[in-house]
Protein backbone atom coordinates (compact mmCIF):
# COMPACT_ATOMS: atom_id res chain seq x y z
CA UNK A 1 0.00 0.00 0.00
CA UNK A 2 1.01 3.74 -0.55
CA UNK A 3 2.27 5.81 2.23
CA UNK A 4 0.21 9.16 2.76
CA UNK A 5 2.95 10.75 1.45
CA UNK A 6 3.15 8.60 -1.48
CA UNK A 7 -0.63 9.51 -2.17
CA UNK A 8 0.00 13.08 -1.60
CA UNK A 9 3.06 13.21 -4.54
CA UNK A 10 0.47 11.87 -6.87
CA UNK A 11 -0.04 14.51 -9.92
CA UNK A 12 -3.69 15.99 -10.76
CA UNK A 13 -4.74 14.83 -13.90
CA UNK A 14 -5.12 18.06 -16.07
CA UNK A 15 -8.99 18.78 -16.66
CA UNK A 16 -9.46 18.79 -20.42
CA UNK A 17 -11.31 20.96 -22.07
CA UNK A 18 -12.06 20.70 -25.78
CA UNK A 19 -12.86 23.63 -28.45
CA UNK A 20 -14.87 23.45 -31.36
CA UNK A 21 -14.56 26.52 -33.80
CA UNK A 22 -16.77 25.61 -36.85
CA UNK A 23 -16.68 28.55 -39.56
CA UNK A 24 -14.36 30.86 -41.19
CA UNK A 25 -11.51 32.06 -39.23
CA UNK A 26 -12.09 35.69 -39.51
CA UNK A 27 -16.06 34.88 -38.33
CA UNK A 28 -16.23 37.01 -35.01
CA UNK A 29 -17.83 33.66 -33.32
CA UNK A 30 -14.25 31.92 -34.18
CA UNK A 31 -12.64 35.15 -32.72
CA UNK A 32 -15.10 34.86 -29.41
CA UNK A 33 -14.34 30.59 -28.98
CA UNK A 34 -10.36 30.85 -29.49
CA UNK A 35 -10.03 33.89 -27.68
CA UNK A 36 -11.65 31.52 -24.81
CA UNK A 37 -9.41 28.97 -25.55
CA UNK A 38 -6.52 30.94 -25.19
CA UNK A 39 -7.38 31.82 -22.00
CA UNK A 40 -7.83 28.46 -21.02
CA UNK A 41 -3.48 27.81 -21.86
CA UNK A 42 -2.82 30.36 -19.66
CA UNK A 43 -4.78 28.70 -16.65
CA UNK A 44 -2.95 25.98 -14.33
CA UNK A 45 -4.22 22.48 -14.58
CA UNK A 46 -6.32 23.03 -17.57
CA UNK A 47 -4.80 21.16 -21.10
CA UNK A 48 -6.62 22.79 -24.15
CA UNK A 49 -7.69 20.72 -27.07
CA UNK A 50 -8.53 22.84 -29.86
CA UNK A 51 -10.29 21.88 -33.74
CA UNK A 52 -10.97 24.22 -36.88
CA UNK A 53 -13.35 23.56 -39.07
CA UNK A 54 -14.30 25.39 -42.22
CA UNK A 55 -17.71 24.04 -43.13
CA UNK A 56 -17.14 25.09 -47.56
CA UNK A 57 -19.74 22.84 -48.40
CA UNK A 58 -22.64 20.58 -47.70
CA UNK A 59 -23.22 16.96 -47.43
CA UNK A 60 -21.43 13.40 -46.33
CA UNK A 61 -18.04 15.64 -46.67
CA UNK A 62 -18.53 17.79 -44.60
CA UNK A 63 -19.93 15.48 -41.93
CA UNK A 64 -17.12 13.51 -42.11
CA UNK A 65 -14.87 15.99 -41.10
CA UNK A 66 -16.99 17.37 -37.87
CA UNK A 67 -17.03 13.45 -36.89
CA UNK A 68 -13.08 13.15 -37.32
CA UNK A 69 -13.33 16.43 -34.78
CA UNK A 70 -15.72 14.41 -32.59
CA UNK A 71 -13.52 11.30 -32.34
CA UNK A 72 -10.32 13.89 -31.55
CA UNK A 73 -12.68 15.68 -29.09
CA UNK A 74 -13.21 13.05 -27.19
CA UNK A 75 -10.60 12.88 -25.08
CA UNK A 76 -11.69 15.89 -23.67
CA UNK A 77 -13.90 16.24 -20.20
CA UNK A 78 -16.04 18.90 -21.95
CA UNK A 79 -16.26 20.06 -25.04
CA UNK A 80 -17.23 23.83 -25.82
CA UNK A 81 -19.07 24.89 -29.17
CA UNK A 82 -20.24 28.18 -30.53
CA UNK A 83 -23.57 28.10 -32.40
CA UNK A 84 -25.23 31.07 -34.33
CA UNK A 85 -28.39 31.37 -35.08
CA UNK A 86 -28.60 34.18 -37.74
CA UNK A 87 -28.90 33.30 -41.56
CA UNK A 88 -25.75 30.77 -42.50
CA UNK A 89 -24.57 31.10 -38.77
CA UNK A 90 -21.50 28.90 -38.25
CA UNK A 91 -22.69 25.40 -38.81
CA UNK A 92 -24.63 25.91 -42.31
CA UNK A 93 -27.85 27.76 -43.43
CA UNK A 94 -30.77 26.55 -43.09
CA UNK A 95 -31.17 22.71 -41.77
CA UNK A 96 -27.39 21.84 -42.30
CA UNK A 97 -27.29 23.45 -38.52
CA UNK A 98 -29.31 20.70 -37.25
CA UNK A 99 -27.59 18.04 -39.53
CA UNK A 100 -24.27 19.10 -38.84
CA UNK A 101 -24.73 19.31 -35.00
CA UNK A 102 -26.01 16.26 -34.95
CA UNK A 103 -23.40 13.97 -36.68
CA UNK A 104 -20.91 16.12 -34.23
CA UNK A 105 -22.87 15.11 -31.08
CA UNK A 106 -23.38 11.44 -32.47
CA UNK A 107 -19.65 11.05 -32.24
CA UNK A 108 -18.23 12.83 -29.10
CA UNK A 109 -18.14 10.88 -26.00
CA UNK A 110 -17.34 13.81 -24.30
CA UNK A 111 -20.30 16.25 -23.01
CA UNK A 112 -21.36 19.17 -24.97
CA UNK A 113 -22.06 23.07 -23.82
CA UNK A 114 -22.72 25.74 -26.17
CA UNK A 115 -22.95 29.24 -26.43
CA UNK A 116 -25.92 30.93 -28.17
CA UNK A 117 -24.95 33.76 -30.27
CA UNK A 118 -27.40 36.01 -32.51
CA UNK A 119 -30.28 34.65 -30.19
CA UNK A 120 -32.67 37.69 -31.23
CA UNK A 121 -32.42 36.47 -34.82
CA UNK A 122 -35.59 34.81 -32.78
CA UNK A 123 -37.18 37.83 -33.00
CA UNK A 124 -38.19 38.10 -36.93
CA UNK A 125 -40.99 36.13 -36.33
CA UNK A 126 -41.72 36.73 -32.33
CA UNK A 127 -44.46 39.37 -33.43
CA UNK A 128 -44.39 39.03 -36.65
CA UNK A 129 -47.37 40.98 -38.30
CA UNK A 130 -49.81 39.39 -40.83
CA UNK A 131 -48.00 42.23 -43.58
CA UNK A 132 -44.94 40.82 -42.52
CA UNK A 133 -46.22 36.84 -42.63
CA UNK A 134 -47.80 37.47 -46.27
CA UNK A 135 -44.12 39.24 -47.70
CA UNK A 136 -42.77 36.09 -46.10
CA UNK A 137 -45.05 33.64 -47.88
CA UNK A 138 -44.82 35.24 -50.97
CA UNK A 139 -41.01 35.59 -50.88
CA UNK A 140 -41.12 31.56 -49.94
CA UNK A 141 -43.65 30.51 -52.57
CA UNK A 142 -41.05 32.59 -54.92
CA UNK A 143 -38.10 30.03 -54.48
CA UNK A 144 -39.76 26.94 -55.90
CA UNK A 145 -43.35 25.85 -56.84
CA UNK A 146 -43.36 23.02 -53.89
CA UNK A 147 -40.26 23.44 -51.60
CA UNK A 148 -41.87 25.80 -48.94
CA UNK A 149 -44.60 24.16 -48.77
CA UNK A 150 -43.06 20.65 -47.90
CA UNK A 151 -41.08 22.87 -45.06
CA UNK A 152 -44.08 24.52 -43.76
CA UNK A 153 -46.28 21.27 -43.50
CA UNK A 154 -42.90 19.36 -42.21
CA UNK A 155 -42.78 21.63 -39.56
CA UNK A 156 -46.61 21.87 -38.75
CA UNK A 157 -46.30 18.22 -37.68
CA UNK A 158 -42.88 17.87 -36.01
CA UNK A 159 -42.82 20.27 -33.09
CA UNK A 160 -44.63 17.58 -30.39
CA UNK A 161 -42.89 18.58 -26.73
CA UNK A 162 -43.56 22.56 -27.43
CA UNK A 163 -45.60 24.77 -29.27
CA UNK A 164 -43.82 27.02 -31.57
CA UNK A 165 -44.85 31.04 -31.66
CA UNK A 166 -47.38 30.14 -34.50
CA UNK A 167 -46.34 33.10 -36.91
CA UNK A 168 -43.11 31.19 -37.05
CA UNK A 169 -44.08 28.36 -39.33
CA UNK A 170 -44.68 31.69 -41.60
CA UNK A 171 -41.01 32.45 -41.22
CA UNK A 172 -38.93 29.46 -42.37
CA UNK A 173 -35.42 30.98 -41.65
CA UNK A 174 -36.93 31.74 -37.57
CA UNK A 175 -38.44 28.50 -37.76
CA UNK A 176 -34.85 26.75 -37.91
CA UNK A 177 -33.54 28.78 -35.84
CA UNK A 178 -36.16 28.40 -32.86
CA UNK A 179 -36.55 24.10 -33.94
CA UNK A 180 -32.71 23.88 -33.54
CA UNK A 181 -32.39 26.14 -29.92
CA UNK A 182 -35.74 23.58 -29.02
CA UNK A 183 -33.29 20.29 -30.28
CA UNK A 184 -30.27 21.55 -28.30
CA UNK A 185 -32.78 22.01 -25.05
CA UNK A 186 -34.33 19.08 -25.86
CA UNK A 187 -30.89 17.00 -25.83
CA UNK A 188 -30.01 18.77 -22.17
CA UNK A 189 -26.73 20.22 -23.53
CA UNK A 190 -26.06 23.55 -21.13
CA UNK A 191 -26.65 26.56 -23.01
CA UNK A 192 -25.10 29.91 -22.36
CA UNK A 193 -26.06 33.22 -24.10
CA UNK A 194 -24.79 36.66 -23.60
CA UNK A 195 -27.42 39.28 -22.55
CA UNK A 196 -30.26 39.08 -20.18
CA UNK A 197 -32.43 40.38 -23.25
CA UNK A 198 -31.59 37.11 -25.07
CA UNK A 199 -32.36 34.93 -21.62
CA UNK A 200 -35.45 36.92 -21.49
CA UNK A 201 -36.26 35.60 -25.57
CA UNK A 202 -35.44 32.13 -24.71
CA UNK A 203 -37.65 32.12 -21.62
CA UNK A 204 -40.69 33.34 -23.20
CA UNK A 205 -40.82 30.82 -25.84
CA UNK A 206 -39.87 27.56 -23.11
CA UNK A 207 -36.11 27.53 -24.24
CA UNK A 208 -34.94 28.32 -21.32
CA UNK A 209 -34.24 25.25 -19.75
CA UNK A 210 -30.47 24.56 -18.95
CA UNK A 211 -29.53 28.37 -20.35
CA UNK A 212 -26.90 30.04 -18.10
CA UNK A 213 -26.15 34.32 -18.84
CA UNK A 214 -22.35 34.96 -19.33
CA UNK A 215 -21.69 37.90 -20.42
CA UNK A 216 -19.87 38.81 -23.43
CA UNK A 217 -16.02 39.44 -22.35
CA UNK A 218 -13.91 42.03 -23.26
CA UNK A 219 -10.23 41.04 -24.27
CA UNK A 220 -7.14 42.14 -22.18
CA UNK A 221 -6.15 45.36 -23.83
CA UNK A 222 -3.20 46.23 -26.79
CA UNK A 223 -0.31 46.29 -24.90
CA UNK A 224 0.67 50.04 -23.76
CA UNK A 225 2.47 52.42 -26.00
CA UNK A 226 2.82 55.62 -27.32
CA UNK A 227 0.00 56.42 -29.72
CA UNK A 228 0.60 59.36 -32.17
CA UNK A 229 -2.47 61.24 -32.40
CA UNK A 230 -1.11 64.41 -35.03
CA UNK A 231 -2.61 67.24 -35.02
CA UNK A 232 -5.88 66.70 -38.24
CA UNK A 233 -8.33 69.43 -39.53
CA UNK A 234 -10.77 66.46 -39.29
CA UNK A 235 -12.01 64.02 -36.37
CA UNK A 236 -11.22 60.64 -36.79
CA UNK A 237 -14.72 58.50 -36.57
CA UNK A 238 -14.41 54.48 -36.65
CA UNK A 239 -17.19 51.80 -36.88
CA UNK A 240 -15.02 48.59 -36.26
CA UNK A 241 -16.28 44.97 -37.52
CA UNK A 242 -17.62 43.73 -40.22
CA UNK A 243 -20.67 45.19 -42.24
CA UNK A 244 -24.18 43.81 -42.44
CA UNK A 245 -27.46 45.69 -41.90
CA UNK A 246 -28.08 45.29 -37.70
CA UNK A 247 -24.66 47.69 -37.13
CA UNK A 248 -25.82 51.14 -38.86
CA UNK A 249 -23.58 51.71 -40.90
CA UNK A 250 -26.11 53.61 -43.51
CA UNK A 251 -27.24 55.54 -40.78
CA UNK A 252 -23.54 56.56 -40.10
CA UNK A 253 -23.14 57.63 -43.73
CA UNK A 254 -26.54 59.48 -43.74
CA UNK A 255 -25.30 61.52 -40.50
CA UNK A 256 -21.81 62.01 -42.10
CA UNK A 257 -24.04 65.47 -43.81
CA UNK A 258 -23.95 67.19 -40.84
CA UNK A 259 -20.70 66.38 -39.86
CA UNK A 260 -18.15 68.32 -42.15
CA UNK A 261 -15.39 68.37 -39.61
CA UNK A 262 -15.26 64.08 -39.12
CA UNK A 263 -13.61 61.47 -41.61
CA UNK A 264 -15.08 57.92 -41.26
CA UNK A 265 -13.52 54.88 -41.13
CA UNK A 266 -15.02 51.43 -41.71
CA UNK A 267 -12.55 49.17 -40.30
CA UNK A 268 -13.84 45.77 -41.83
CA UNK A 269 -15.41 44.84 -44.81
CA UNK A 270 -18.31 42.41 -46.13
CA UNK A 271 -19.83 39.91 -44.03
CA UNK A 272 -17.85 36.51 -43.88
CA UNK A 273 -19.34 34.65 -47.13
CA UNK A 274 -21.07 37.53 -48.50
CA UNK A 275 -20.24 39.53 -52.13
CA UNK A 276 -18.72 43.02 -51.32
CA UNK A 277 -21.65 44.21 -53.48
CA UNK A 278 -23.79 43.57 -50.63
CA UNK A 279 -22.17 45.49 -48.23
CA UNK A 280 -19.76 47.82 -49.15
CA UNK A 281 -21.06 48.49 -52.52
CA UNK A 282 -24.21 50.06 -51.66
CA UNK A 283 -23.01 52.14 -48.72
CA UNK A 284 -20.14 54.11 -50.49
CA UNK A 285 -22.98 54.72 -53.65
CA UNK A 286 -24.77 56.13 -51.19
CA UNK A 287 -22.11 58.34 -49.43
CA UNK A 288 -21.03 59.27 -53.29
CA UNK A 289 -25.05 60.64 -53.58
CA UNK A 290 -24.73 62.42 -50.44
CA UNK A 291 -21.14 64.23 -51.45
CA UNK A 292 -19.41 62.61 -48.63
CA UNK A 293 -17.46 60.00 -50.38
CA UNK A 294 -14.27 61.80 -49.96
CA UNK A 295 -14.30 61.71 -46.11
CA UNK A 296 -14.88 57.88 -45.66
CA UNK A 297 -12.77 55.10 -46.03
CA UNK A 298 -13.11 50.96 -45.96
CA UNK A 299 -10.00 49.13 -45.23
CA UNK A 300 -11.73 45.30 -45.62
CA UNK A 301 -10.93 42.89 -43.61
CA UNK A 302 -7.26 43.94 -41.49
CA UNK A 303 -4.96 41.46 -39.56
CA UNK A 304 -5.22 41.54 -35.99
CA UNK A 305 -2.59 43.83 -35.44
CA UNK A 306 -3.99 47.04 -37.70
CA UNK A 307 -7.54 46.13 -36.26
CA UNK A 308 -6.24 47.04 -33.34
CA UNK A 309 -4.29 49.93 -34.60
CA UNK A 310 -7.47 51.37 -35.70
CA UNK A 311 -8.91 51.35 -32.27
CA UNK A 312 -6.16 52.58 -30.52
CA UNK A 313 -5.90 55.86 -32.51
CA UNK A 314 -9.87 56.88 -33.51
CA UNK A 315 -11.01 59.30 -31.18
CA UNK A 316 -14.43 58.62 -31.44
CA UNK A 317 -16.30 54.97 -32.22
CA UNK A 318 -19.48 54.87 -33.24
CA UNK A 319 -22.34 51.86 -32.85
CA UNK A 320 -25.80 53.01 -34.11
CA UNK A 321 -26.98 49.29 -33.48
CA UNK A 322 -30.37 48.37 -34.53
CA UNK A 323 -32.75 46.87 -32.03
CA UNK A 324 -32.26 43.38 -33.11
CA UNK A 325 -28.74 43.70 -32.85
CA UNK A 326 -27.04 41.09 -30.16
CA UNK A 327 -23.86 40.87 -27.81
CA UNK A 328 -21.01 42.53 -30.41
CA UNK A 329 -17.31 41.50 -30.55
CA UNK A 330 -16.65 44.75 -31.94
CA UNK A 331 -18.11 46.64 -29.18
CA UNK A 332 -16.24 44.80 -26.64
CA UNK A 333 -12.70 44.91 -28.62
CA UNK A 334 -13.37 48.87 -28.65
CA UNK A 335 -14.00 48.78 -24.94
CA UNK A 336 -10.40 46.85 -24.44
CA UNK A 337 -8.83 49.55 -26.74
CA UNK A 338 -10.20 52.51 -24.51
CA UNK A 339 -11.57 54.06 -27.28
CA UNK A 340 -14.75 56.16 -26.45
CA UNK A 341 -18.10 54.79 -28.12
CA UNK A 342 -21.47 56.81 -29.00
CA UNK A 343 -23.97 53.61 -29.22
CA UNK A 344 -27.59 53.63 -30.07
CA UNK A 345 -29.80 53.40 -26.86
CA UNK A 346 -31.05 49.64 -27.52
CA UNK A 347 -31.03 47.00 -24.49
CA UNK A 348 -27.22 45.60 -25.17
CA UNK A 349 -26.36 48.80 -24.37
CA UNK A 350 -28.43 49.70 -21.50
CA UNK A 351 -27.14 46.54 -19.65
CA UNK A 352 -23.34 47.68 -19.66
CA UNK A 353 -24.77 50.94 -18.40
CA UNK A 354 -26.28 49.02 -15.93
CA UNK A 355 -23.30 47.43 -15.23
CA UNK A 356 -21.40 50.97 -15.13
CA UNK A 357 -23.63 54.26 -15.30
CA UNK A 358 -22.89 56.51 -18.34
CA UNK A 359 -19.58 54.38 -19.44
CA UNK A 360 -21.26 54.53 -22.94
CA UNK A 361 -23.06 57.48 -24.18
CA UNK A 362 -26.17 57.21 -26.15
CA UNK A 363 -28.21 58.80 -28.57
CA UNK A 364 -31.73 58.98 -28.91
CA UNK A 365 -34.10 58.88 -31.45
CA UNK A 366 -32.42 56.38 -33.83
CA UNK A 367 -32.36 58.77 -36.82
CA UNK A 368 -29.40 60.14 -38.39
CA UNK A 369 -29.70 63.70 -37.53
CA UNK A 370 -29.44 62.63 -33.30
CA UNK A 371 -26.88 60.26 -34.40
CA UNK A 372 -24.91 63.26 -35.46
CA UNK A 373 -25.27 65.28 -32.33
CA UNK A 374 -23.89 63.15 -30.00
CA UNK A 375 -21.24 62.54 -31.92
CA UNK A 376 -20.71 66.49 -32.14
CA UNK A 377 -21.17 66.46 -28.38
CA UNK A 378 -18.84 63.79 -27.35
CA UNK A 379 -15.97 64.82 -29.79
CA UNK A 380 -16.18 68.13 -27.59
CA UNK A 381 -15.73 66.12 -24.30
CA UNK A 382 -12.02 65.74 -23.59
CA UNK A 383 -10.89 62.09 -24.18
CA UNK A 384 -9.88 61.52 -20.44
CA UNK A 385 -14.02 62.14 -19.58
CA UNK A 386 -15.46 60.61 -22.68
CA UNK A 387 -13.64 56.83 -21.82
CA UNK A 388 -14.22 57.56 -17.89
CA UNK A 389 -16.14 54.57 -17.42
CA UNK A 390 -14.44 52.24 -20.01
CA UNK A 391 -11.91 51.02 -17.39
CA UNK A 392 -14.37 49.85 -14.87
CA UNK A 393 -16.45 48.29 -17.51
CA UNK A 394 -13.64 46.14 -18.58
CA UNK A 395 -12.46 45.00 -15.54
CA UNK A 396 -16.09 44.22 -14.86
CA UNK A 397 -16.42 42.14 -18.08
CA UNK A 398 -12.85 40.83 -18.14
CA UNK A 399 -12.12 37.89 -19.99
CA UNK A 400 -10.13 36.02 -17.00
CA UNK A 401 -13.43 36.76 -14.86
CA UNK A 402 -15.80 35.12 -17.92
CA UNK A 403 -13.63 32.54 -18.19
CA UNK A 404 -13.77 31.52 -14.37
CA UNK A 405 -17.92 31.46 -14.76
CA UNK A 406 -17.16 28.62 -17.97
CA UNK A 407 -14.69 27.43 -15.63
CA UNK A 408 -17.53 26.18 -12.90
CA UNK A 409 -19.99 25.43 -15.66
CA UNK A 410 -17.55 23.49 -17.84
CA UNK A 411 -16.90 20.95 -14.88
CA UNK A 412 -20.49 20.57 -13.62
CA UNK A 413 -21.14 19.44 -17.07
CA UNK A 414 -18.24 17.00 -16.34
CA UNK A 415 -19.57 16.20 -13.04
CA UNK A 416 -23.38 15.63 -14.14
CA UNK A 417 -21.71 13.12 -17.37
CA UNK A 418 -19.79 11.20 -14.53
CA UNK A 419 -22.88 10.46 -12.51
CA UNK A 420 -24.76 9.89 -15.69
CA UNK A 421 -22.28 7.02 -16.60
CA UNK A 422 -21.94 5.68 -13.27
CA UNK A 423 -24.47 3.23 -13.26
CA UNK A 424 -23.57 1.53 -16.85
CA UNK A 425 -19.82 1.24 -15.60
CA UNK A 426 -20.81 -0.35 -12.03
CA UNK A 427 -22.68 -3.30 -14.07
CA UNK A 428 -20.81 -5.91 -14.10
Not at 106 to 123: K, Q
Request: proline fraction near 7%; hydrophobic fraction near 40%; include cysteine.
Amino acid sequence: MASAAGREALPVRPFTIGHLQVGPSAHGICRYGRLLADEGRHRQNLNILEENIELDDDGPRARRRLEVAASRLSAADVVHVQVSLWSAGSWGAGSRAMRNLRAFRRVCRAPIVCTLHDVTALLSFENKRPLGVLRTVIGEIAKGPLRPLVHRMRGVRRPKRRVAPRAAWWNLEGYRAWRLVRWLTGEGVPSFVLTTREQRLLASMALSRKTTLIPHFVEDPPPPKPVPRPARQRKAVIMAGFIFDAKGHRMMVEAMRLLPDVEVTFVGGSSVGTAPVDGVSRLTQLAGELGVLDRLQVTGYLPEEEYQGHLVKADLAVCPFSPRKAASGSLSSLIAAGCPVVASDIPLIREYNDLVPGAIATFSPYTPDALAGAVRGLLDRPRSEATAGLAELRQRLSIHGIYDQHLDHYRQAAREARVGAAPEQSTS
